[in-house]
T-cell receptor, first 113, second 118 residues
């Protein structure tokens, strides 16, 4: 089954404790993205990647890091989480090209205390 | 600037009513793509439809239909004979096509919460 998976689905952590949210897709898509969803703001892009070892900032990259060492994986790293990073995070993937539909993972709900 | 506006924050209807969700977008690009996604209470984002800026044909898929009007920069979504299972947050999104889609960013509206009462 074609899908985007994320782990963990739920996470409670404390300020400053490094964490990684994993994302994997099995569709051989070139492009992958991370978004965060906050009430009243919709979804905003954090980072995206156009292929292995190629990443770039989205609209809200502060406090986040990403890497793309393999085509299928695109982890999101919070080196020192803060309460304002409490949010619902989505990973997405799509084939290259402007028209392609982005398919989303199930989401990761993060609470930073 | 690119922007998507979903002015309806919440809509409540009774089952079997028809309901239209509004989406207005802003872009200076001549080529762009519009999307609708559904987010049910379980939280995942489900792709519903993609429309490119050159195709102004309306689309119907079962009880769902979409009305794209470039003249008013709108891409409205209608559910006919709504059902309780349609209860969800619905997002409209815009994607630019620039340099082969290199930006790869979906610009989302703030979403419309649809509650269908039995």
């Amino acid at each position: 089954e074609a899908q985007v998976t994320q782990n963990p689905r739920y996470l409670i952590t404390v300020t400053g404790k490094k964490l990684t949210v994993t994302c994997s897709q099995n569709m051989n898509h070139e492009y992958m993205s991370w978004y965060r969803q906050d009430p009243g703001l919709g979804l905003r892009q954090i980072y995206y990647s156009m292929n292995v070892e190629v990443t770039d900032k989205g609209d809200v990259p502060e406090g986040y890091k990403v890497s793309r060492k393999e085509k299928r994986n695109f982890p999101l790293i919070l080196e020192s989480p803060s309460p304002n990073q409490t949010s619902l995070y989505f990973c997405a993937s799509n084939r290259g090209g402007g028209s392609e539909t982005q398919y989303f993972g199930p989401g990761t709900r993060l609470l930073v205390l | 600037a690119q922007k998507v506006t979903q002015a309806q924050t919440e809509i409540s209807v009774v089952e079997k009513e028809d309901v239209t969700l509004d989406c207005v977008y802003e872009t200076r690009d001549t080529t762009y793509y519009l999307f609708w996604y559904k987010q049910p209470p379980s939280g995942e984002l489900v792709f519903l439809i993609r429309r490119n800026s050159f195709d102004e044909q309306n689309e119907i898929s079962g009880r769902y239909s979409w009305n794209f009007q470039k003249s008013t920069s709108s891409f409205n979504f209608t559910i006919t004979a709504s059902q309780v299972v349609d209860s969800a947050v619905y997002f409209c999104a815009l994607r630019r096509t620039l340099y082969g889609g290199a930006t790869n960013k979906l610009i989302f509206g703030t979403g419309t919460l649809l509650a269908v009462q039995p």
